[in-house]
């Protein structure tokens, strides 16, 4: 099933923002792996943030610091908040999920591969202004 995000807004500069994503069709919550991944008017879509099941997160460089991933497994919903907005952070935010012993085995090496997931949400759209 198909996972749907929410919680996009628009924030001014410096502000803070959490977005989520529910994969209600999850179901190998203990060997899984899921990304955040945004695309920015005019640029490639780019990886954020994953999350494998056991707890083990994963960040982009330009973005390490400024956002955390996290998971409430029983709700089958994933967080991502961002902090420190920047206009440049302007995007539609989509989360991505894979459930299946690969995916979380090659998660650590992988997690930045669109590749690697088989269920994508609409996206929610985020928007900083200066």
């Known amino acids: 099933v198909q996972p749907v995000e929410s919680g996009g807004d628009s924030v001014q500069a410096g502000g803070a923002l959490r977005v989520s994503c529910v994969a209600s069709?999850?179901?190998?919550?203990?060997?899984?792996?899921m990304a955040w991944f945004r695309r920015s008017p005019g640029k490639e879509r780019e990886a954020v943030a994953g999350?494998?099941?056991?707890?083990?997160?994963y960040y982009a460089d330009s973005m390490k610091g400024r956002v955390t991933v996290s998971q409430d497994y029983a709700k089958k919903t994933f967080f991502l908040d961002m902090m420190s907005l920047q206009p440049e952070d302007t995007a539609q935010y989509y989360c991505?999920?894979?459930?299946?012993?690969?995916?979380?085995?090659?998660?650590?090496?992988?997690?930045?591969?669109?590749?690697?997931?088989?269920?994508w949400g609409q996206g929610t759209r985020v928007n900083v202004s200066s």
């Open positions: 999350l494998r099941s056991d707890g083990t997160t």
């Open positions: 069709g999850f179901t190998a919550t203990f060997r899984s792996c």
């Open positions: 991505a999920t894979a459930e299946d012993t690969g995916a979380y085995d090659y998660c650590t090496d992988s997690w930045f591969l669109p590749a690697l997931f088989g269920y």
